[in-house]
Structure formats: C-alpha cells, structure tokens
C-alpha cells in the first residue's frame, strides 16, 4: 500500500480507469461478435450491425482503448467479410 496521498490518489483513479476501459472493451466486443453472427447467418440487419460495429471500433481507436491501426484492421476485415457475404464471386 502506497504511502504517498499522490499515490493513494493515482491507485484510486487506476481502479476507476482499469473498471471503465473493462466495461468499453466488452461491449466493444460484444458489438463486433454480434455483427460477426449477422454476416454469418446472413441476417436483414446485417448491415445496421457492421455499421454499429465499425462506429464502436473507431470510436474505441480514437479514445485509445485500442490502437488506431488495430482499430482499422478489424473494420477492415469486417468489411470485407460482410461485402463477401453480399456479393459472392
């Protein structure tokens, strides 16, 4: 246990942090397994769930919660498997 009030204070703020980037991540994830499902079950709202998906992973790379490049590879995949779906070759 820190000492220091600076300390006490930063141990405090890293558990709130630590508790909110845990709640974000999770629905990030939920959001892109979701959108994931509807591709492969071919759903009518497949297109409003990759869109959702998309906004959340953007969202989450601009606010750091993953990288930015991180961020746009997963669109991109996700993209590309919902634009396979739709038009097969």
Same mark, same amino acid.
């Given at each position: 246990m820190p000492n220091i009030k600076s300390q006490k204070d930063r141990m405090r703020l890293t558990a709130k942090q630590t508790a909110r980037n845990k709640a974000s991540r999770s629905a990030l994830r939920t959001t892109i397994?979701?959108?994931?499902?509807?591709?492969? %079950? &071919? $759903?009518?709202?497949k297109t409003e769930a990759v869109k959702a998906?998309?906004?959340?992973?953007?969202?989450?790379?601009?606010?750091?919660?993953?990288?930015?490049?991180?961020?746009?590879?997963?669109?991109?995949?996700?993209?590309?498997? %919902? &634009? $396979?779906?739709?038009n097969p070759q």
């Open positions: 397994k979701k959108a994931n499902a509807s591709i492969d %079950a &071919n $759903a009518d709202n998906a998309a906004i959340a992973l953007e969202k989450a790379g601009g606010k750091g919660l993953i990288h930015r490049n991180t961020a746009s590879r997963r669109v991109s995949r996700i993209m590309k498997r %919902a &634009n $396979a779906v739709q």
